[in-house]
């Protein structure tokens, strides 16, 4: 495989392959653009099933992550990095280590912060070992001080931009008595249908882990459906919130729901899946665009001066946001997709 022919290598400045014999570290570190600032971006951990789907997964995320800080009007370019293996039983504090030092070895152009498979105190012990890590700062809240835990701002901004979507496309300002089929129940999943249910949604959620399963129908009311399942269902709102590409060939003849607007990232598996949404009259909430909270979390905590009502009016825009990138599409006739990266590209190709 050459990773230069991968379509999704296209315009990436830097890509670091990184292993550590000792602690069996396989990771990489992707830098897809810095015009704007260093490139900021989670750092996934995730049993691949090969490293050609790592190589991609890494390709596809930092592009994102460009894309991302641009449309969220940041002074930050996109990166990502992955390390392949299960986080459940192949994490140690000596690969944590061996990850930071190959971090530190980029020297600043890629910072990392939490990501699936990683949390806040594998990045504060990364911090032992190099600078270059965010989301580790505890911050004021409504209930006093949080973590650096970036995702509860993802997941608020998941939830305004759904309102936006259900705005744009079913005309209405209340999400009560919405129907919206949840897919996957992490920390950000978990806390949106937390918000959707408080919001008076009636919810439908699926995971790969029995545990958060049994917490929503027991929390949230929620229905617990089959992972094969959600996808059929006869609800208002989609919002994947597990890992991308879930938006597929197999998987949108299946489709009902009115809108798409989820948490995950890479929700498209190809461009084209996003003109076929459209034909189908699906509004899709471009996932970098309505996923944008928690860069915006760590972007202010980086600036040593955190406030959060800025913050919190900051992520607000995101419904801002949605609400132009849908107006452009409806006038122009054109995918929501294609729309959010035209104006991204405006930003930081200047």
Not at 70 to 99: C, H, Q, W, Y
């Amino acid at each position: 495989m050459s990773v230069f022919n991968l379509s999704d290598f296209h315009d990436h400045e830097q890509v670091v392959f990184c292993s550590d014999e000792k602690s069996g570290l396989k990771a990489i570190i992707a830098v897809h653009n810095s015009n704007l600032g260093p490139a900021l971006g989670g750092c996934r951990m995730w049993p691949y099933a090969s490293e050609e789907e790592a190589i991609r997964d890494v390709l596809r995320l930092s592009r994102g992550m460009t894309y991302k800080s641009a449309m969220a009007n940041l002074k930050l370019g996109g990166g990502k990095s992955v390390i392949i293996g299960n986080p459940r039983t192949d994490k140690t504090p000596e690969l944590l280590k061996a990850f930071a030092q190959a971090v530190e070895r980029v020297n600043g152009r890629y910072i990392a912060a939490e990501d699936s498979g990683t949390g806040v105190d594998d990045m504060k012990f990364m911090s032992q070992f190099t600078d270059h890590v965010a989301g580790i700062v505890d911050k004021p809240s409504e209930n006093g001080v949080r973590s650096g835990d970036p995702s509860p701002a993802t997941a608020y901004g998941t939830f305004v931009g759904i309102k936006a979507a259900v705005k744009e496309r079913l005309g209405r300002d209340s999400l009560a008595g919405l129907k919206v089929a949840v897919q996957g129940l992490g920390n950000v999943g978990f806390d949106l249908a937390r918000q959707l249910k408080e919001a008076g949604a009636q919810l439908w959620v699926t995971d790969i882990h029995r545990e958060p399963l049994l917490r929503a129908a027991k929390e949230l009311e929620a229905t617990v459906v089959a992972p094969d399942e959600i996808f059929g269902l006869d609800v208002d709102v989609f919002a994947p919130c597990a890992m991308g590409a879930i938006i597929n060939d197999q998987t949108l003849p299946q489709l009902k729901a009115k809108v798409i607007a989820g948490a995950a990232n890479n929700q498209l598996a190809e461009p084209r899946h996003g003109a076929a949404l459209m034909n189908k009259g699906i509004l899709y909430a471009p996932d970098y665009v309505i996923n944008a909270g928690g860069i915006i979390d760590v972007y202010y905590e980086r600036t040593g001066n955190f406030d959060r009502a800025a913050l919190t009016k900051h992520i607000e825009s995101i419904y801002d946001n949605l609400m132009e990138i849908f107006a452009r599409a409806r006038k122009e006739e054109r995918p929501t997709g294609e729309v959010a990266d035209a104006i991204a590209e405006e930003r930081f190709k200047r």
